[in-house]
C-alpha cells in the first residue's frame, strides 16, 4: 500500500510533467508566431525594398530623360545660332556684291523691271523714280516706254545716297516703293533661309 509520501511524490511529478508539457507547447506556440512574426517583417520588408527600389529607378530615369532632353535642347539652340550666323555672313557677302549686278550686259533690262513692279505695285500714274546713278542711266533708256505702257507721267527725281536699284515715290511723296536690290534680298531673306542653309551643310 502506497504511503502519503508516494502519493505527494506522484501527484509532484504528475504536475511537473504538465507543466513542463504545457511549457513546450506555450515555447512552440510562441516560436511559431515569432516566424511568422518574422515573416511577414521580411515580406514587408522586402515589399519596402522593391517599392523603394522602384522609386529610385523612376527618379533616375525621369532625371536622365531631363538630362538627356536638355542637351538636346541646347544642342539644337546651338545648330540654330550657328545657321543663323552662317547665314547671316552669306546675306552680308551678297548684300556687298549686289553693286556688282550694275556691271551685267543686261542691267538695263533689270531696271526696267525693277521700276515697272514698283510702278505695278503702287498702281499709281504719277511718280517720281529715285535711284543710284549707274541706275538712273539705265532707266533713262526705259523711262519712256514704261511711261507709255502703264498710261502714266513717272520722272526721274534726286539720286539714291544709299542702295542700288530704284526707289519710287507717289502721292506727293506720301507713299513709296522701295525696290532697291538691298530691300529685295532683305524681302527675300525669311525664304532664302532654309534653302540657303541646306546648300551650305550639303543637303540636296
Avoid: C, W
Avoid at 551685267?104 to 498702281?123: C, N
Avoid at 502714266?152 to 507717289?170: H, K, M, P, Q, Y
Wanted: net charge negative; hydrophobic share 35%; proline share 0%.
Amino acid at each position: 500500500m502506497k504511503t502519503e509520501t508516494e502519493d505527494i511524490e506522484m501527484l509532484e511529478r504528475a504536475i511537473l510533467t504538465e507543466a513542463r508539457d504545457e511549457s513546450e507547447q506555450i515555447k512552440a506556440e510562441a516560436k511559431e508566431k515569432t516566424e511568422a512574426i518574422l515573416g511577414r517583417a521580411r515580406e514587408q520588408a522586402e515589399e519596402e525594398r522593391r517599392a523603394i527600389l522602384d522609386r529610385a529607378r523612376q527618379d533616375a530615369e525621369r532625371l536622365r530623360s531631363q538630362v538627356v532632353a536638355s542637351a538636346q535642347l541646347k544642342a539644337r539652340t546651338l545648330q540654330l545660332e550657328h545657321r543663323e550666323k552662317l547665314l547671316d555672313r552669306v546675306f552680308d557677302a551678297a548684300k556687298e556684291k549686289l553693286s556688282a549686278v550694275q556691271k551685267r550686259p543686261d542691267y538695263d533690262q533689270i531696271t526696267a523691271m525693277l521700276l515697272r513692279e514698283a510702278l505695278t505695285q503702287l498702281s499709281v500714274d504719277k511718280a517720281e523714280v529715285r535711284a543710284d546713278g549707274a541706275s538712273q542711266k539705265s532707266l533713262k533708256k526705259s523711262l519712256d516706254e514704261i511711261s507709255k505702257e502703264l498710261n502714266g507721267d513717272f520722272t526721274i527725281g534726286s539720286v539714291l545716297e544709299e542702295g542700288t536699284g530704284i526707289l519710287v515715290d507717289a502721292a506727293d511723296g506720301k507713299i513709296h516703293y522701295d525696290n532697291t536690290l538691298e530691300t529685295r534680298l532683305n524681302r527675300l531673306q525669311g525664304t532664302l533661309r532654309a534653302s540657303g542653309y541646306q546648300m551650305l551643310i550639303g543637303d540636296k
